[in-house]
């Protein structure tokens, strides 16, 4: 079964992914196999995609502001959007190394490294066959990378937000930890939040999915085609619709 092949999506990866078999910094094997793939599914469909960037490969805002640090948690969230800005020059640079040009756009300033976000100018890059790279979450303490992924994803009319992770959909509950775990093919916004057992994004980013009637599609990235399988129409993961 096939769906309407989307005309501009965007893609949502996290820090882990770019740490990819590590426990810290970034895996170029991962980063190279990405851009191939990205490369070749903007070559051979003409999808447009916009990717936002999470930075937990590098450090986690909630997390250094926790444990008597003494740094406080907009400080720490803003390490954080230094962090997406990091992952989001590694990916431009690989992508380009594979032909495939890309830009990056800063939430937060840091003009020596990337561009600032600026909406037209996103539109404009898009059209022309460019991957836009959005860094720095919404530029703003206390707001997940998960919700600046639904954020841009309205704001640039993508049709679709793809949550790339490393199982392939959503499950009833944890497959690692219960073996009767279902996957699910279809599922609603207000059930993604209302599950306790079911994680998708965080709840602020499904809430603002589901005000906006925008589809988020679950899949599994480390499934090479899969990308080029969402383009193409076809049925792949779970829909949170």
């Known amino acids: 079964m096939n769906a309407t092949a989307p005309h501009r999506i965007l893609l949502k990866l996290s820090g882990e ?26 070559t051979q469909t003409k999808v447009q995609i916009v990717i936002v960037v999470g930075g937990g490969n590098f450090l986690r805002g909630a997390t250094l502001s ?13 390490m954080g959007m230094l962090a997406t800005i990091m992952n989001g020059m590694a990916l431009v640079d690989i992508l380009e190394h594979f032909g495939q040009p890309a830009r990056l756009q800063a939430r937060i300033h840091i003009d020596s490294v990337a561009e600032p976000y600026i909406r037209r100018r996103a539109i404009r890059h898009l059209e022309k066959g460019r991957v836009v790279i959005i860094g720095g979450g ?51 916004h207000l059930d993604a939040i209302k599950d306790e057992n079911i994680s998708v994004m965080d709840n602020a980013a499904i809430s603002l999915a589901m005000d906006n009637k925008l589809p988020i599609r679950v899949f599994d990235l480390l499934t090479k085609g899969n990308i080029k399988r969402i383009a193409n129409g076809e049925m792949v993961g779970t829909l949170v619709c």
């Open 138 to 188: 919404t530029g703003n303490p206390f707001v997940t990378t998960d919700t600046a992924a639904v954020s841009a994803a309205l704001e640039l009319n993508c049709e679709i937000v793809l949550k790339a992770t490393k199982v392939d959909g959503v499950y009833s509950k944890d497959p690692n930890k219960h073996a009767d775990a279902v996957k699910l093919h279809t599922i609603s």
């Open 17 to 42: 992914q770019f740490a990819g078999k590590n426990s810290f910094g970034i895996d170029t094997d991962f980063l190279l196999d990405l851009a191939k793939e990205l490369h070749e599914v903007v």
């Open 66 to 78: 926790k444990n008597e640090t003494m740094i406080e948690r907009a400080t720490a969230d803003y």
